[in-house]
């Protein structure tokens, strides 16, 4: 079974930096793109980035708003993909997801919640 | 970037009765191998989402045949042909086709 398990979310002072984990199993990750998303306190879902699989590239994809805060990267042989994110601001409080896929992204994991906040 | 919209944004069900959701995106989602990826998602309450529908209308493996999507540029459609209590929650399209990816803002079903 397909399984993502996000974590290292937690509460955060602004302008401090936080890497969050997405550990997979169930299929072969080093063959899969992966999907950060988030999802604000009682708003609607939001692209985070994305990162290739080694095959094509393991290039990444940033959502605009977030470009020169945030990097994804992945280690395959530990089939985790991560998201750094650095000068974090009140408004990045969200439960983050990842997921699998690129363009059809699924599962998704549990979400990690991040709380920036003095 | 591609401005998806959902109508209506509150949908007040019947048990037993069919719904609808649209959603329109600002431009074609069709992409350059012939796909379209629109894709639709469940979000009951707590719980993180689940996509139901992918490519505007293949059913994902374990949800019930009552969900099913249609809709073909940039006019799409998901019906429950038979609400039943458990579909409760947001109800969200999501466009690939072009980046960056793109959410409707979400239909929220409830009883």
């Known amino acids: 079974e397909v399984h993502l398990v996000e974590s290292g979310g937690g509460l955060v002072q602004p302008g401090r930096s936080l890497r969050l984990s997405c550990t997979a199993s169930?299929?072969?990750?080093?063959?899969?793109?992966m999907n950060w998303f988030r999802q604000a306190p009682g708003k609607g879902l939001e692209w985070v980035g994305f990162?290739?699989?080694?095959?094509?590239?393991?290039?990444?994809e940033y959502a605009a708003s977030l470009k020169g805060r945030i990097t994804i990267s992945r280690d395959d042989s530990k089939s985790i993909a991560y998201l750094q994110m650095d000068s974090l601001k009140t408004e990045d409080t969200a439960v983050y997801y990842c997921?699998?896929?690129?363009?059809?992204?699924?599962?998704w994991g549990q979400g990690t919640l991040v709380t920036v906040s003095s | 970037d591609v401005v998806m919209t959902q109508s209506p944004l509150s949908l007040p069900v019947t048990p037993g009765q069919p719904a609808s959701i649209s959603c329109r995106s600002s431009?074609?989602?069709?992409?350059?191998?012939?796909?379209?990826?629109l894709n639709w998602f469940q979000q009951r309450p707590g719980q993180s989402p689940r996509r139901l529908i992918y490519?505007?209308?293949n059913r994902d493996s374990g949800v019930p045949d009552r969900f099913s999507g249609s809709g073909s540029g940039t006019d799409f459609t998901l019906t429950i042909s038979r609400v039943e209590a458990e579909d409760v929650g947001v109800y969200y399209c999501?466009?690939?086709?072009?980046?960056?990816?793109?959410f409707g803002p979400g239909t929220k079903v409830d009883i």
């Open positions: 431009q074609s989602l069709v992409y350059s191998d012939g796909n379209t990826y």
């Open positions: 990162i290739r699989s080694k095959a094509y590239g393991g290039t990444t």
């Open positions: 169930g299929f072969n990750f080093g063959d899969a793109s």
């Open positions: 490519k505007v209308s």
């Open positions: 997921a699998r896929g690129a363009r059809l992204p699924d599962p």
């Open positions: 999501m466009q690939a086709t072009h980046w960056p990816i793109t």
